[in-house]
């Protein structure tokens, strides 16, 4: 059957601890879009790399191992699922080991043709067809470049830290864990392929002084804004909720 309304693509970029994933997966099940978290692809190539010996500071060595894992993104936004190989990495794909190493194996050439080809292909994929919410770091000004809607994310650097050491249940303290962050925000913006940039027709929204619910229902906005006709699950939600 023919899909009378054009696909939906929305991106949404930003650094780390600003709300993207939480915020892209309810954008999409509110709107009944597909969902794709790109940066647990790039720590599931990570993951594969430090599993299988390859020196991840070494850029050389994780080229030559670029092609071998194969990753598999599921883009339920209720259930998203990624697996590498056939095994189910959503778990060990947060640990600090990953996450230490994500940013260099990330700024490898070839690790992020094959991640982007992927991505693409997924946008385009017939489970797509409504249209998806693509969450990263370059979708805006990279990956798809032609995307309905652009959302930069930002937080102040102690709302993500703050937000990020809740998620890690208190294990790093939060000073720990804004280093850290400065430090993955600086090597992800400074990286010559790609790096995390506003594309210069995305809309910033800051998200320091807002709730999820608040980020959410103006992201909805913005999409319909763009295109009215591909929302009817927004407007249902609204009819429902009390003002
Ligand atoms: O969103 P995240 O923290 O799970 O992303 C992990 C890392 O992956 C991040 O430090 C940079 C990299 N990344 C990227 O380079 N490009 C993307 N589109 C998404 C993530």
Redesign the pocket.
């Known amino acids: 059957m023919e899909n009378p309304v054009e696909p939906v693509i929305v991106a949404i970029d930003g650094p780390?601890g600003t709300g993207?994933s939480s915020t892209s997966r309810a954008v999409a099940a509110r709107l009944g879009l597909s969902y794709l978290d790109?940066?647990?692809m790039?720590?599931a190539i990570t993951w594969w790399m430090l599993g299988n010996g390859v020196a991840v500071d070494d850029p050389v060595a994780v080229a030559d191992q670029a092609g071998k894992p194969v990753i598999v993104s599921g883009t339920d936004p209720g259930a998203p699922t990624i697996t590498v190989d056939g095994v189910d990495v959503s778990v060990p794909i947060r640990s600090q080991e990953v996450t230490a190493a994500?940013?260099a194996v990330?700024a490898v050439p070839e690790v992020r043709a094959r991640l982007v080809e992927m991505q693409r292909a997924a946008a385009a994929a017939p489970s797509a067809a409504a249209g998806i919410v693509v969450e990263?770091?370059?979708?805006g000004t990279t990956v798809l470049p032609d995307a309905t809607v652009k959302v930069f994310l930002t937080a102040s650097a102690e709302a993500r830290a703050a937000r990020r050491s809740v998620e890690l249940k208190g294990a790093v303290t939060v000073a720990d864990t804004q280093a850290a962050l400065i430090r993955?925000d600086a090597a992800?913006s400074g990286r010559k392929t790609s790096p995390l940039a506003k594309a210069a027709d995305a809309i910033e929204v800051d998200t320091t002084e807002l709730n999820l619910e608040q980020v959410v229902e103006h992201v909805v906005a913005l999409v319909r804004e763009k295109q009215p006709a591909a929302a009817p699950a927004a407007a249902a939600v609204e009819e429902t909720t009390p003002r």
């Not at 990263?136 to 979708?139: C, S, T, V």
């Open positions: 780390s993207k790109t940066g647990a790039y720590r994500v940013s990330s990263g770091r370059d979708i993955r992800d």
